[in-house]
């Protein structure tokens, strides 16, 4: 089968996880596809994918949507492919918003004028997008297993296999939590979404109670690398870490990140459409107990009991307690073997070529019909 994956910015950092589907797609499908990456990548970055690829420079970020609609129909008229997988962007708010949903449309279009089934993937759906305008714009998206939506893709991720004797490891017995956040652009915005999205700010105002449990704080963002943001975070009036106790890393390397944690700490903040977290994914597989807050499209991880510890958005309390059930170490390893078993079945990456190469059959015997 012929496919043409389609991906604005797919480029190191290889932080962000709609990134690292593209790529782990690109990996796995290698003896079963014949696949040309049609990608634009940030100038001064690199992709490296180990498929075909075609690949467009850009120095602004209007020019990502900008290159799919100069040159991908060139592209499509090349590769002559039997299937286009396209992977937007998923933030929909303001003009960005509205450029994303033009060139989401304009890749199906362009694939319906010439007969090609197109598979729009949306791996995240911020909640600008919970609108009507929105759900019929992006009427023909795939969202993942666990939404709603009529069309949908078990979306899965290319861990490594886990060692049992890995994985029978009593828990790190230094008492680390570890906060993770992809975020690689160095602006106020990305201070903003990480502090307050991505819940760090929860983690900082934690600090005393926290460090009374005899916990240390590990953050890792790759904006870090940044010595402004850096001590933007260390010097927040929210900070009420001693001194010494936050070890600050810009650099993620797995399953290296996860070796001296405890705890991974996922205090996301928002609501949101739908968002498969890799990090979560990750830190289950590779078996570290996740702290998360019971929001809607976090439910597949908490709604069977024993997976990991859930606390009650936005519920300072409840968040501790979620913490303490951590002292019982028969329990933190039972959630551990359950948690990566779970991720094991419901996350694996042939799950989506499967489910993607069923798509292909459904909508190429649509078209012939």
Sequence with gaps: MKVLMVGPKICTPWSEGRKKFF??????????????????????????????????????GSQHLIHIRRHLRHAIRMHQPDLVCHLPFGVFSGLRGLANIW?????????????????????????DADTWFHRFALKNAYLNQHSAAQRTVRFGVNLPAIDPVFLAR???????????????????????????????????RAGEELQKRGYRLIVAVP???????????????????????????????????????????????NEEVQFVPTSIIEAMH????????????????????????????????????????????????SIRKQASKYIEEEYNILNSVNDLEQIYRDRANAYRN
Excluded at 38 to 57: M, Q, R, Y
Aim: some cysteine.
């Design 103 to 127: 060139s989401i449309r304009y890749v199906e279009r362009l694939c319906r004028r010439q007969s090609i089934p197109c598979c729009t993937l949306m791996y995240s759906l911020t909640n």
């Design 286 to 333: 590779f078996g570290v107990p996740v702290v998360l807050p019971k929001l809607n499209f976090l439910a597949p991880f908490y709604e069977s009991e024993g997976r990991c510890l859930p606390y009650n958005s936005g519920d300072i309390g409840s968040f501790y307690d979620a913490i303490d059930a951590a002292r019982d170490t028969d329990f933190l390893n």
């Design 23 to 60: 790529r782990d797609l690109c990996q796995v499908t290698t003896e079963r596809w014949d696949v040309l990456a049609f990608i634009t990548v940030n100038e001064g970055e690199t992709a490296d994918l180990p498929v075909k690829t075609e690949e467009h420079i850009c120095r602004s």
């Design 170 to 204: 009593e828990a790190s017995d230094e008492k680390c939590i570890l906060f993770m956040s992809g975020e690689a652009v160095e602006s106020d915005d990305s201070f903003k979404y990480v502090m307050d999205v991505r819940g760090l700010r929860l983690l900082l």
């Design 223 to 269: 904006f870090l690398q940044n010595k402004r943001l850096r001590r933007r975070v260390a010097s927040s009036n929210d900070n009420y870490w001693a001194p010494g106790s936050i070890e600050y890393l810009d650099k993620i390397s797995l399953p290296k990140i996860f070796d001296r944690a405890r705890l991974f700490a996922f205090p996301y903040g």
